[in-house]
């Protein structure tokens, strides 16, 4: 998607429909960063509409470097993600004082053809959460939401070098944690079946030694 500068212009000037455009060409982006990030569907929509509440409110800082706000607009959610609880009750205030917008479209359908298999975006998203916040950001910003390396280096404020450096370590860190964590999954209802079939075998095994 390319823009000029003059859609910067226009929504740095509070043009509501270049701002709607802003929001049909990058909410499914950030709503399928959020529930990954998360989890959580709530969640993720809460994400969606603090991050364009945000935007909005801080649209005056929007400059006009490169042919996309999209790392701008990341750099908004991922600050949304860090601080979820928080955001969470102020997008409950900024509500009540806003009209009422647009609903947040519903991408289930595209989001559950892209998750072919739930043990191990399950399993991903736990290890993610054993990573460094650093690597966190980078991995999901890089690989799920596909920012290129400046894209992402904007959206964080940190240079194109400790993108790359911080994706690296997590790529190996998270290949690495998210094995030790569907060996873990796998095992527990077979060990947890196993303290039943002792159990049962204890209890039947004491009844026949009083018989």
């Keep these: 998607m390319t823009y000029s500068f003059s859609l910067h212009a226009r929504i740095r000037d509070g043009d509501p429909e270049a701002f709607r455009e802003l929001f049909r060409d990058h909410s499914p982006l950030v709503y399928r960063h959020a529930l990954r990030v998360s989890g959580d569907w709530a969640t993720a929509e809460d994400v969606v509409s603090l991050t364009f509440l945000e935007a909005w409110r801080l649209r005056g800082k929007l400059r006009d470097e490169g042919d996309s706000p999209r790392p701008w607009l990341m750099g908004i959610a991922v600050n949304v993600l860090r601080n979820t609880s928080r955001a969470a009750r102020r997008y409950r205030n900024a509500v009540d004082r806003v009209p009422a917008a647009d609903t947040v479209p519903d991408f289930a ?16 998203q736990a290890a993610l959460k054993r990573l460094r ?48 964590e569907l060996t ?5 209802p077979q060990r947890a079946g196993q303290v039943q079939v002792d159990r049962v075998e204890a209890v039947r095994s004491e009844r026949e030694g009083n018989e």
């Design 184 to 188: 873990k999954n796998r095992e527990l």
């Design 109 to 124: 359908d595209e989001l559950v053809g892209r998750m072919a298999d739930a043990d191990q975006l399950a399993a991903a």
């Design 133 to 180: 916040r650093g690597e966190r950001e980078v991995f999901t910003l890089c690989v799920w939401s596909g920012l290129g390396y400046a894209e992402t280096a904007q959206a964080l404020g940190v240079a194109v070098g400790t993108v790359r450096s911080r994706l690296s370590r997590a790529r190996t860190r998270l290949r690495k944690l998210t094995q030790e």
